[in-house]
């Protein structure tokens, strides 16, 4: 399940996002707080202020809605305030990977009319029944947006003009571009429009009405736009109402389940004070060479660099190979050569260590020629560092002590940071080492918020300071639920529960010292205390992850919610001394009173949800619930529930479901350069013969034992499981098969992508839809398409695609390794068993493909269908028998798909010249069946029209 914002928030950074989300809790907000609003009221939800769209949080079904004609007016003191009782239900029902289950909703209240839609050219909701149609507004005439109609399509000159939003009903079918209408605007027996200015609309019949339904809706969809919520003061507030509830126990689902917890601890929290030490665990040994890269006044940074020395020839291995700057190095052989060696080299060299030829030279002893080689050391750490100038050597660049104060950065005066809040970090954002006493560290950099204001800290931690946490472990992230909450419609400090009341007492004294007006109130919550306490980034927090059983607002008995308010406003004008000011605060109380009883029974919609499926419509859970494939459409009885805070919720469902996203696994790629073009390339390290289901894909009849061996051996020809690459002439390739996107964004790679979407759809939206990549139809074709989840940009595909994951990868980074936050998503979803079983099946999917086609016998010109003159009479199958055989095939099949039926054609060609008396049916071969296909095999192998063709069958017979 995906879950996203309830309105698109966009940042070029990751904490510029943590800094809208965070002000999205409430403290960018006038009203609308949780769970208490404004005059000690309990709110169930967060308002959603301005004039935005509004998105569905997460993957549903759309179980009712009501879509206004035009506001609702409440008249306060001669003056009208419009407001909206137009919202959205969406029931969502999500399922832990061990099978923890929880319903939830989410309803969007107080959303934009039909007739602001209209006149603001907002779009409708695609859900919503679209069963009459409407004028678009193309021209304009005095001012007003409408259309021209004619009195036929051939008429030269317009009959009338119909303004923007015109209800309109189609006559018969269209007559060419124009469409024949009729319409309650126009006299005329006969009017036509061009159909491109009509679109399909809402029919009044079905506005202001609650429409029970059951319609699948995506994460991030468009559910409307919010609308008006006037009142006393506040005449133009637009505001959408946001709850999230459920009916469910909520206990187990805040604790998690134990099976989900121990498979995911992919979060590290660091507790409050923690330190942070800004002094590496790695050190410099003595004897090795340094440079001064940037000399500062307490700190330079510096950087290892070779070191030279002379050996004997005889004391090393050498294989005749190159480095990647083109110079020959060697080993050193072990034993007493290595010994020698070592001493040369003030005991730095280490078992494998490679010594770069820098001149060769013979020297003679005794009248007996000696070879030696003047050879270099480099540095296997390649990091800068700073230290300090009072450590440096004088007047040499060779250390004479080894340096253990290193920094990644000048340190200045600071050489400890401590962190002042609790911070969780996704494990997979820190990177781990050990130091030489076997101590593991990680380097930790975080920004936090604290009170409204950001911090930076950064340095190493040891890993007993840091504890791993599960996301699914609620309470880890200082979730509880408050079982006790006194189910009332308007609070007073003695009455709310413990917890509750601290955080609200201490939002009441920050708050007391900035609002001149409340020094003598102290048991009154204004607006303007919430807002400003909701800046403390504790508060804030303290407040959005209490989880509160209430009655929903939304089911409410108008009297008692009355009664309530009666008697907290009569408290407070029993305690106002000023006669005018009393006699002021009686005038409101009735005011708010009247608008109670005018309001709540309009926006009450629990007793309108109808429970269960719906026979009088097409119900998605009509048809699916028989297979117990989509849970069944349900909405609680009970209106005594569960409340989130709805921007929490997200943003740690969003912690669940992308913990693991493969764009937090923080690799780096290779830069390598190919006569195509540069680009990343990942190797990888999972083979298809570590893959660890084995036994059970061979036990369950998907793979054979002699298929298991004949794709483990060609796929060490294309790669590892996850290896992944873009340095060639498609867009990406991934996997064993090494399947492409190429430059129009289709391929073999989104066809499995989609294949992969239709059985696995849970893990397709964590592992791709989650990461940022979607595979979508478009012209007939599946094709890939990346749009960066955390920021602000456009989703693409093709060569735009291919520029965006190749950008820094040029020659000036040949050879380096750098990031690239797209391909991330590949290399961890190749890591999946099921994506990797996926690959399995697409390989026997390819080998059968493969040998099931006749080769053929003679073509003219390019390898083309179109050229072929004749076919051979048999399949491949019937030739090739042996498990070598059917890896060639297989190997020049996913290299060059349309080729092996011309190649292998060619090879039967010189086969039967070589021995025309051999059958032409290979089924009658028998017993010289295996000479025979040895002999077409050494032909076919090497000459096939493909990459290394030689290389790689010499490397398939050796295995096979």
Known sequence: MRFEYPIKITSDTEEGIEDKVVKLMGSQNTLGFYPIGRLNNWHGGIHLEGKDEVLAIADGRIIAYRLPKTYLIETIAGINYEYSNGFVLIQHDYKSPNGLELTFYSLYHHLCSYEQLIKDDKPLADFIVKNAFMVKGTATVEEVKGDHYKSSPSATTNLGFLAKGTEITKVGNPSGDYQKITSAAITSSSAF????????????????????CDKPVKAGTLIGHTGMYGFEKQANYHASHLDVFTADSVTDFLNGKSEDIADSKNYFK????????????????????????????????????????????????????KNKEGLYYYTSKTGEAFGRNNSEFKSLLKAGSVLVKVTAFEETVNGIKIKKRNVKLEPTDNRKYWVANSKLPSGTSELQFDLTELFLEDPGTVLIDKVEVD????????????????????????????????????????????????????????????????DKFVYEFEETPAFLKKILKEIDTITQEQDAFDTDRPDILTAFELRNALSKTHIAKGLSHLVCKHTSEWACDKATVKSE???????GISKEENHLRKEEFKKRKQQILDSIDLRLPKLNIWDEIQNGSLSSITSVTATASATNTTPLRKFPTEKKVYHFHPIAFVEHMKRIT???????????????????????????????????????????????????????????????????????DQVVSVGAMQKTVNITGSGELPIQIWEFKNDYPEKYETLFRGCGWTVEIASDKKKLYYQDPSLNSPKVTGTDLKNLIRTGFDSSTKNKRLVCTPLNAFVFACKDLDFQAKQLEDFIKRLIEAIDKQPVKTYSGSKSISNISAYHTHKISDYVKSNLGKAVVLDHSINRPAWPIFDFGSALNTFYTANPTVSKDPTTWGNNHNTYETEILETYGPSRDMTDASDRYTALKNKL
């Open 193 to 212: 429009i061009k159909k491109t200015h009509i679109k399909a609309t809402v029919a009044s019949t079905n506005l202001d009405i609650v429409k029970n």
């Open 270 to 321: 660091i507790s409050e004070n923690k330190e942070l030490r800004k002094v590496t665990p790695y050190s410099m040994k003595n004897g090795w060479n340094i440079k001064v890269l940037t000399p500062g006044i307490n700190y330079s940074r510096i950087e290892q660099s070779a070191i030279e020395g002379t050996v004997l020839y005889s004391d090393l291995v050498d294989n005749n190979k």
């Open 423 to 486: 911070v969780i970090l996704r494990k997979n954002a820190l990177k781990m080492v050990k130091d030489e006493h076997g101590i593991f560290w990680y380097f930790v950099k975080c920004s936090y918020l604290k009170d409204g204001a950001r911090k930076t800290k950064s340095g190493w931690i040891k890993e007993q300071d840091v504890s791993p946490v599960s996301a699914y472990n609620w309470k880890e992230f200082g979730f509880s639920a408050l079982e006790d909450l006194n």
């Open 565 to 571: 308010v009666s008697t907290f406003l009569e408290k």
């Open 658 to 728: 992308e913990c693991n996203c493969g764009r937090y696994l923080g690799l780096t790629f290779l830069c390598v350069v190919s006569e195509y073009g540069i680009g990343p390339k990942h190797s990888g390290s999972e083979s298809l013969a570590s893959y660890k289901d084995w036994d059970k894909v061979i036990e369950n009849g998907v793979i054979t034992e002699d298929e298991k061996l004949i794709i483990i051996a060609m796929s060490e020809n294309e790669g590892n499981m996850d290896a992944v690459q873009s340095y060639d």
